[in-house]
């Protein structure tokens, strides 16, 4: 069957992101004293797995028996691989066709294992041991480099040779809708000879997506870069919020810390490679060719169109200030997710690894403040007489991706925050 033919018994609206060919994995609590379950997005509705397992209906030959869907995470379920979630995928898209009875005549089970979407409490979807954030937009970087550096040499002499990354603080990401307050540091302001203290001035969203690793790998081992997509559990949308001023004071020698560890934001719905395979393109020529163990049998990633709507503070409307696409990474998340494990390090199910900021090559693409006003001398224009450099109090960020199939949206919903002011 083709996947454009396939159909609900559900009424899924045209412009829902959650259509019976997606079926994005999260978790969600039916009622905030309840404990957390998995689900799946489908249409306006949440379908809970709990449920269809303790009805046994979850019954080939990898899942017979399992527990997975009776956790509270889906760490269990990302650790099982591929064979466990195509059975998985193949068993939820017969029970939710028109064309199987099994839910759709049984009133009692659709009652209890069909929730609105509206009335859960989206959750974290896996426990997140670590979290590494990659940088691997060229436009991104050259765009960093000739604000801070000038044009002349705007890329590190390394960026072409490898995916660079940082380790970044797993305990503060956060779940869409989750509310950050405006970080304090120390910053030093150009021409001034001593740091000062105080709330960031120049805080930034950055527009990223991040895969969730499936099984991992043994401590000393690597995975090759052709094994890596069966270790990509999906992705999810995420906001890599950034203090810049505190940043540019700290990040020398070893990084980003502060400027960065207050918080990230990241959408409930984990979106799976197999949903996204119709929307497999060509990743970007990459010259000079990469190293042997970066280099695959073939080089591919995903035509993913995104979006960013900033709602200033006392605004009823947002306003969309980038288009951009996941299609302009220059490293894929296969090369990514090999490069991580090259020298022996070992990942675990459910660890989040960030893409880095996601610009394309034009303005109306930049996918931070930071680029888009370049670093506040350009304002950007919102309408209704109201501009901005960076990201004011009260002001909400919303991220959104859907890819438009034959028919039907692979969508990863929305991934919003909202900046509240500094804790004095």
Not at 60 to 83: E, H, I, R, T, Y
Not at 286 to 295: F, K, R, S
Not at 347 to 367: K, Q, V
Request: aromatic residues 8%; charged residues 20%; glycine residues 10%.
């Amino acid at each position: 069957m083709a996947n454009g033919s396939l159909v609900s018994f559900l009424n899924i609206p045209k412009d829902s992101h959650f259509s019976i060919q997606n079926l994005p994995y999260g978790v969600f609590r039916p009622t905030p004293e309840q404990h957390p379950r998995t689900g799946v997005a489908i249409g306006e509705y949440v379908l809970d797995l709990s449920v269809l397992a303790r009805a046994g209906l979850f019954n080939g030959p990898v899942l017979k028996g399992s527990d997975c869907f009776l956790q509270p995470s889906l760490n269990g379920f990302m650790a099982m691989g591929k064979p466990a979630w195509k059975e998985a995928r193949g068993t939820i898209q017969k029970l939710l066709s028109v064309d199987e009875p099994v839910l759709r005549d049984n009133a009692e089970l659709q009652k209890s294992a069909l929730l609105p979407m509206s009335q859960v409490q989206l959750m974290l979807p896996a426990v997140i041991g670590d979290y590494t954030d990659f940088f691997t937009s060229k436009y991104h970087t050259m765009n960093c480099g000739i604000i801070f550096r000038g044009p002349e040499n705007p890329l590190p002499p390394n960026w072409l040779h490898l995916p660079i990354a940082y380790h970044g603080r797993a305990s503060s990401v956060v779940i869409s809708g989750t509310n950050l307050h405006r970080p304090r540091g120390q910053k030093r302001p150009m021409g001034t000879p001593t740091p000062g203290f105080g709330p960031s001035v120049k805080l930034d969203f950055e527009l990223e997506m991040a895969m969730l690793v499936g099984p991992g790998n043994e401590l000393g081992t690597s995975v090759s870069v052709d094994d890596a997509a069966d270790h990509i559990f999906g992705l999810v949308l995420m906001n890599d919020w950034s203090a810049r001023d505190i940043q540019a004071w700290e990040y020398q020698p070893l990084g980003p810390f502060l400027g960065k560890s207050f918080g990230t934001s990241i959408s409930p719905w984990i979106v799976t490679l197999e949903a996204l395979e119709p929307f497999t393109c060509e990743a970007p020529v990459q010259d000079p060719p990469p190293l042997p163990y970066l280099t695959g049998k073939s080089s591919s990633t995903y035509d993913i169109p995104l979006e960013v709507a900033l709602k200033p503070a006392g605004e009823e409307k947002a306003s969309v200030i980038c288009k951009s696409n996941f299609k302009h990474l220059y490293w894929t998340i296969e090369q990514q997710l090999a490069h991580h494990t090259i020298n022996g390090c070992n990942l675990r199910p459910g660890d989040l690894l960030g893409s880095g900021t996601i610009s394309g090559p034009e303005p109306e693409s930049f996918a931070s403040l930071l680029e888009l006003s370049w670093d506040g001398k350009k304002p950007l224009k919102l309408g209704n007489n109201i501009s901005r450099t960076f990201v004011e109090d009260g002001d909400e960020v919303i991220l959104s991706a859907c890819c438009q199939g034959d028919g039907y949206k692979v969508g990863f919903g929305t991934c919003s925050g909202k900046i509240l002011p500094a804790i004095s």
